[in-house]
């Protein structure tokens, strides 16, 4: 993608600030971490017991170090992997869309 941008100077489209904070947004939530509703972003957050020290991928780090059951860890991962692979799809379809604005 970077390549792809770089290339595409002032060019580049106009929706494509759109859609890279569409892109942003395919990395939370709605449903919020657990314990912390208000936390929507699966890949970081404060740790639950660190303040404001970040977690990277919160729920299923903290599902790890508190030895939550199998099922609400892999609910977890589930969700992360669903949002990575969205973002995946999201920043082809950017690259897909500078590469054509030359």
């Given at each position: 993608?970077?390549?792809?941008?770089?290339?595409?100077g002032d060019r580049a489209?106009?929706?494509?600030?759109?859609?890279?904070i569409q892109s942003e947004r395919l990395l939370t939530t709605?449903?919020?971490?657990?314990?912390?509703?208000?936390?929507?972003?699966?890949?970081y957050a404060p740790g639950?017991?660190?303040?404001?020290?970040v977690k990277t991928i919160p729920g299923v780090r903290e599902a790890i170090e508190q030895e939550a059951p199998v099922r609400k860890s892999s609910n977890r991962w589930s969700a992360v992997a669903k949002a990575l692979q969205s973002e995946s799809g999201s920043s082809r379809c950017a690259t897909r869309e500078l590469a054509g604005s030359k």
């Open positions: 993608m970077r390549k792809a941008l770089l290339s595409s489209p106009a929706t494509l600030n759109a859609k890279l709605a449903e919020g971490l657990p314990n912390r509703p208000w936390f929507e972003h699966l890949i639950f017991y660190t303040g404001y020290g």
